[in-house]
RNA sequence: GGCGGCGUAGCCAAGAGGCCUAAGGCGACGGUUUGCAAAACCGUUAUUCGCCGGUUCGAAUCCGGCCGCCGCCUCCA
C-alpha cells in the first residue's frame, strides 16, 4: 500500500500519484518576513519537511518550493490598507528591503535549528514582479480582470468555480463582509491582482497600469507556475490560508492556465497556548528564539529546538496543537531519552563482541519499520511514528543491558535509528558533538577532572566531598551518571 | 449570521464500528540497581472516551439533541 494524503480538495484520503512517475513538485506558502518566526510557523513548516522528507525516504524525487514573501499583503482588504513590510520598517526605520533580508535570515536560521531541510528553491516574491504583471495581462486579455483607476483586480463572478477549496458560494460570502468595500470594486468579492501605488510607497514597481505593487495572492500562482508547471502535485499551507489565499490562487491560476492548478492540497491545523489563539495582543505570542533561549514569561526553561519538534510531532499535522510548558517539558524529556539511547549504542559498538545480527531481533527490528511505514503512509500519522521510535528505545536498552550483545545486532538497531529517527522524523542526528568540537573537548577534559576528585572521593569514602561536587556540577547544569565502570555527564 | 473543526487518564496525544476491559510520551507511585543519587529496567496509574438519547448482535468510533472550546469568513503558518 503507497502514502495516502488526506487532499483539503476532495477531503477524503487520497493515495499519491504524482503526474511525473517517480517525482513530485511540492509549493508550500512561505513565510511574509516581517518578524521573527514563532510557533505556528514551527508547525506548519515541520509538517511539511516531514512530508518532504518521508517522500524522499520512499524514493520520491522531490522539488520542494517554498516562498518568500517580502512584499504584497495589504494590513486589511480596504484600498487603504498598508504592506505589512512597510509598516514594520517604518517602525524599524529601515529600508523595507533590509527588513525583508533580516527577517529571511532570522527564518532560515531557526528552521535550520529545527533541523528542516532548506527547499529546494526559496523564490522571493520581489524577485517575479515581472511573471506577475504577466499573469495580470494573461488575466485581463481572457476577460476575468478589469482595471479600475491604476489598480486590477479579479472579477470572481467570471470564475464559476470561487471558492471550491473552501466550499462557499459568493452570497454567503458577500453576506460575511465586514470591512469596508472598495468603491473601485464591481463586486466586494473581487480581489485585488494589481494595487497602484501612492508616490510615497516605497515597494513600488512599472506596470502597463502606472507605478504599484503586486496583490496578495498573485505570488504563489507565479512562482509554483514557474518552478513546478501549470499543474503541481502537492500544494501545502496553514488551515488559515484556505479561504481566501488558496481559492484566489486557484481562480487565477485556472482562469489563466485551464488547466486543475493542483492536484492535492493540503493544510496543517494552527497550534494554541495554554487553549488560546496566538496572538501578540494576548502576550502569549512565543517567538523560536524565545523557546530556544527560555526568554518567555510562560516558559520555566530553555528548550532543545528539537524538542519543539518532537512536540509537533507527537500530535498530527492535521489536529490543532495546544502549547504550554508543561506539555514542551515532556517532549523534552522524551527527546533526551532517545537522544541518550542512540549515543549509548554508538557507544556500545565500539566494544561490542562481534557477530552476525542476532534474527529475533532482526524480526523485531523489522516489524517495527512496517509498523512505522504503514503509519506514515496514513496521511503521515507521526504520533504512531513517534511511538514506534520509543519501542525501538525500550528494546535498545534491553539490548544494551545484556553485555553479549554483538556488534550486528546493534549496528541493525544503530541503521534503524538512523532511517527513521533520522532521514524521515529528523529528531535523531547523524552526530552527537560530545566528542566533535574543539570546545566540547576542552569541556569534556575540564569535567573528567572533578569526575576523578569526586570518584577520589568516593573512593575515600568521603560521600560529603562527593555530593557537594556533584550538586555544584547540577547547579550550572552539568548531571553526573555513575555507571558500572566509568561515570558520565550530560548537560540538563 | 455563514462555513468548518474539536472535547479521550494529572498533562500532551493516537485511535474513527468488533484485534479497544483505549497506543505512545511526560508526570506520579512501588520495586530492581546505586554509598546516596542519576540513568536504565520491571510494575501500577481511563471497565472508560463532554452530557443525554438513538441505530446496531456490538459504538470512543455512526445518527440526533444539549453543553463547552477553537478556527475561518480581514494579513496571519
Redesign the pocket.
Known amino acids: 500500500m503507497g502514502l495516502k494524503l488526506y487532499n483539503s480538495l476532495t477531503r477524503r484520503k487520497e493515495e499519491l500519484k504524482p503526474l511525473e512517475e517517480g517525482r513530485v513538485g511540492i509549493y508550500v ?4 518576513v516581517y518578524g521573527h518566526p514563532h510557533l ?2 514551527a ?2 513548516y515541520v509538517s511539511f519537511d516531514i512530508l518532504v522528507r518521508y517522500l524522499r525516504y520512499l524514493g520520491y524525487s522531490v522539488t520542494y518550493v517554498q516562498n518568500i ?1 517580502d512584499v504584497g ?5 480596504a484600498d487603504e490598507g498598508e504592506d ?1 513590510l512597510v509598516v514594520a520598517a517604518r517602525k524599524e526605520r529601515k529600508h523595507p528591503m533590509a527588513l525583508a533580508e533580516y527577517y529571511t535570515h532570522s527564518y532560515f536560521e531557526d528552521m535550520d535549528r529545527l533541523n528542516c531541510h532548506r527547499p529546494d528553491i526559496s523564490p522571493r516574491a520581489t524577485g517575479h514582479i515581472i511573471e506577475q504583471i504577466e499573469l495580470v495581462k494573461t488575466l485581463m486579455e481572457k476577460g476575468y480582470a478589469y482595471e479600475v483607476n491604476g489598480s486590477v483586480y479579479f472579477e470572481v463572478a467570471k470564475f464559476a468555480d470561487y471558492g471550491k477549496l ?3 458560494n459568493l452570497d ?2 458577500l ?5 469596508e468595500v472598495s468603491p473601485d470594486k464591481k463586486s466586494p468579492a473581487d480581489f485585488a491582482l494589481w494595487k497602484k501605488a501612492e508616490p510615497n510607497h516605497i515597494m513600488q514597481w512599472p506596470s502597463p497600469w502606472g507605478p504599484g505593487f503586486p496583490g ?1 495572492h498573485l505570488e504563489c500562482s507565479v512562482m509554483s507556475m514557474k518552478y513546478l508547471g501549470k499543474t503541481i502535485d502537492i500544494h501545502g ?9 488558496h481559492d484566489c490562487e486557484i481562480a487565477q491560476s485556472e482562469a489563466a492556465n485551464d488547466v486543475q492548478f493542483v492536484r492535492l492540497w493540503m493544510h ?1 491545523n ?3 497556548v495554554d ?4 496572538g501578540k495582543s494576548l502576550n502569549n505570542f512565543i517567538t523560536l528564539k524565545q523557546a530556544f533561549a527560555g526568554a518567555h514569561e510562560r516558559l520555566t526553561r530553555h528548550y532543545d529546538p528539537i524538542a519543539v519538534r518532537q ?1 509537533i510531532l ?3 499535522y492535521r ?4 502549547f ?1 510548558d ?2 514542551l ?3 523534552q ?2 527527546y533526551q ?1 532517545i537522544t ?1 539511547t542512540v549515543k549509548a549504542v554508538r557507544k556500545r559498538m565500539a566494544t561490542a563482541v562481534e557477530g552476525q545480527a542476532d534474527k529475533k531481533t532482526a524480526n523485531q527490528l523489522k516489524k517495527m519499520r512496517e509498523k512505522f511505514e504503514a503509519a506514515m503512509n ?1 496521511d503521515l ?1 507521526t ?2 511514528a ?2 514506534v521510535l ?2 525501538l ?2 528494546l535498545t ?2 539490548l544494551l ?1 545484556d553485555g553479549n550483545t554483538n556488534v550486528g545486532t546493534l549496528n541493525l538497531v544503530d541503521v534503524l535509528f538512523d532511517r527513521l529517527g533520522g532521514d524521515v522524523l529528523g529528531i535523531v542526528k547523524a552526530e552527537y558533538p560530545q566528542a566533535g568540537a574543539a570546545d566540547e573537548q576542552v569541556m569534556d577534559k575540564l569535567v573528567n577532572v572533578l569526575i576523578q576528585q569526586r570518584n577520589q572521593a ?1 573512593e575515600n569514602k568521603d ?1 560529603a566531598k ?2 557537594e561536587l ?1 550538586a555544584k556540577l547540577d547547579q550550572i547544569g552539568i ?5 558500572q565502570e566509568v561515570t558520565t555527564w550530560r548537560t540538563k
Open positions: 506558502c512561505g513565510p511574509t505556528g510557523h508547525k506548519s514573501t499583503h495589504l494590513t486589511d482588504d505589512k473552501s466550499r462557499r454567503e460570502m453576506a460575511g463582509v465586514r470591512v496578495w499551507g496553514g488551515l488559515e490560508n484556505q479561504f481566501p489565499h496543517n494552527m497550534i494554541t487553549n488560546q489563539k496566538m512536540l507527537n500530535s498530527h489536529s490543532p496543537l495546544d504550554s508543561a506539555a517539558f515532556a517532549a524529556s522524551g531519552k541518550e496514513d500519522n504520533s504512531i513517534l511511538s520509543f519501542e528505545v525500550r536498552q534491553k543491558e568516593r560521600f562527593a555530593d556533584r548531571v553526573l551518571e555513575d555507571k
